[in-house]
């Protein structure tokens, strides 16, 4: 598999917004699953936003939030250019992470397990000063 390229991370003042673009060139899945997630070092890696794919592309897909960014983060796709993005906005310090998108060869899950995926990028950092 080819692997993600995730781009757009960097640093924000609390209250600002980023937009992640992430290609996942070759994945042609006809009912997987494609995320995002993120990792603070010494901690787990965690679901922040996941859509179906391809079907995310459509305006009636589901999508799916951890709660802590649930009404200020919202995940998009154009399965068409295998293009998916993460527009963050009122960042919060606690947001501050190595971001990672992700490809599953498997339906979403509400709780966005990172052991469903098995393709991910290389990680794109955002950090968010107080």
């Known amino acids: 598999q080819e692997p993600l390229v995730e781009s757009g991370g960097g640093s924000v003042q609390a209250g600002g917004s980023l937009i992640l673009s992430c290609v996942a060139s070759?994945?042609?899945?006809?009912?997987?699953?494609i995320g995002w997630f993120r990792q603070i070092s010494g901690k787990e890696r965690e679901g922040v936003a996941a859509i179906p794919f391809p079907e995310g592309s459509r305006y009636y897909a589901s999508t799916y939030y951890a709660d802590s960014v649930k009404g200020r983060f919202t995940i998009s796709l154009d399965a068409t250019k295998n293009t998916m993005w993460l527009r963050m906005n009122s960042l919060k310090p606690e947001d501050t992470a190595l971001y990672f998108c992700a490809a599953a060869r498997q339906p979403c899950k509400y709780s966005i397990p990172p052991q469903d995926f098995d393709n991910w990028g290389q990680g794109t950092q955002v950090t968010v000063s107080s």
């Open positions: 070759r994945y042609t899945e006809s009912n997987g699953c």
